[in-house]
Antibody, heavy 117, light 107 residues
Framework: QVQLVESGGGVVHPGGSLTLSCAASGFTFGYYAMHWVRQAPGKGLEWVAFMRFDGSDRKYADSVKGRFTISRDNSKNTLYLQLSGLRVEDTAVYYC??????????WGRGTPVTVSS | AIQLTQSPSSLSASVGDRVTIFCRASQDIRSELAWYQQKPGMAPNLLISDASTLEGGVPSRFSGSGSGTDFSLTISSLQPEDFATYYCQQFDNFPLTFGGGTKVEIK
């Protein structure tokens, strides 16, 4: 079955860095664009980043531009999100999601990131 | 960025009630709108795409309508498993944006 499994979340100090991974299975990963979406505790959903199926285009939310980097390795069926310059307000559950024309038809369970001193 | 305003932010309803949730976009987004359901501790689940196209496996009591700036999600007869938070999302252009959510609670 189609599945996305995130990993790499944890607790980090402000200004720190972290790399999240999303392992895909059950579909031809290299054919699909992918996204990261996050949800702060008790809050709504916020789209974070997009990468085209072949890596030729990336887009970011203004709130993370210049600090986060989305990447992918189609040979490993894996999506990544490098987080740097982390701020307290980046605390959230981070979901990866499979693209269907810029909306999200499959979601992972998420990985939590806590930024705290 | 396109802003999506959902209303109400929460509602209380009984099993069997008809429930409608609204989503208004700050500019014309044609029919580029999706609806998601999220239960506590779980990832969101896509219910409706293109404003009114029901996803496979989603019960027919869910329906979506609207185009341009005004959209709605209707649950024709609320069931116990429908108590959740619902989000709209526009995919007309980047940055992709979500509404603030509507929490449907048991009366």
């Amino acid at each position: 079955q189609v599945q996305l499994v995130e990993s790499g979340g944890g607790v980090v100090h402000p200004g720190g860095s972290l790399t999240l991974s999303c392992a895909a299975s059950g579909f031809t990963f290299g054919y699909y664009a992918m996204h990261w979406v996050r949800q702060a505790p008790g809050k709504g959903l916020e789209w974070v980043a997009f990468m085209r199926f072949d890596g030729s285009d990336r887009k970011y939310a203004d709130s993370v531009k210049g600090r986060f980097t989305i990447s992918r390795d189609n040979s490993k069926n894996t999506l990544y999100l490098q987080l740097s310059g982390l701020r307290v307000e980046d605390t959230a559950v981070y979901y990866c999601a499979k693209d269907r024309h810029w909306h999200f038809d499959v979601w992972g369970r998420g990985t939590p990131v806590t930024v705290s001193s | 960025a396109i802003q999506l305003t959902q209303s109400p932010s929460s509602l209380s309803a009984s099993v069997g009630d008809r429930v409608t949730i609204f989503c208004r976009a700050s500019q014309d987004i044609r029919s580029e709108l999706a609806w998601y359901q999220q239960k506590p501790g779980m990832a969101p689940n896509l219910l409706i795409s293109d404003a009114s196209t029901l996803e496979g496996g989603v019960p027919s009591r869910f329906s979506g309508s609207g185009s341009g700036t005004d959209f709605s999600l209707t649950i024709s007869s609320l069931q116990p498993e429908d108590f959740a938070t619902y989000y709209c999302q526009q995919f007309d252009n980047f940055p992709l944006t979500f509404g603030g959510g509507t929490k449907v609670e048991i009366k």
